[in-house]
Nanobody, 123 residues
């Protein structure tokens, strides 16, 4: 089992950057694929990025490809989401998740979720 806590959210102007981090408890973190999702008001939870257990394989949704990256550090039990060139449409609550498929992006496949962190992009 793993517990996840996200931090690093906040407000940023359009065109800016923000880095989210997700800290995991438990000794099995390095065995899990990890993912980042977001959910805006009135919308479904959206897959953004996934990374396999070793960090050697990643996948991104079309909406963030080329702007976001998902590094992980198994020695520190962390996975991050580096977000660049942010737009108003990136405003949402962001979640990290563990245990799913790093490249299929189905929320229902992920077993463990953080509580979410708000990201607000303003003009």
């Amino acid at each position: 089992q793993v517990q996840l806590v996200e931090f690093g959210g906040g407000s940023v102007q359009a065109g800016g950057s923000l880095r989210l981090s997700c800290a995991a408890s438990g000794r099995t973190f390095s065995t899990y694929a990890m993912g980042w999702f977001r959910q805006a008001p009135g919308k479904e939870r959206e897959f953004l990025a996934g990374i396999n257990w070793s960090g050697g394989l990643t996948s991104y949704s079309d909406s963030v490809k080329g702007r976001f990256t998902i590094p992980r550090d198994n020695a520190k039990n962390t996975v991050s989401l580096q977000m660049n060139s942010l737009t108003l449409e990136d405003t949402a609550v962001y979640y990290c998740a563990a245990g799913g498929s790093w490249n299929h992006g189905r929320a229902r496949d992920y077993n463990y979720w953080g509580q979410g962190t708000q990201v607000t992009v303003s003009s």
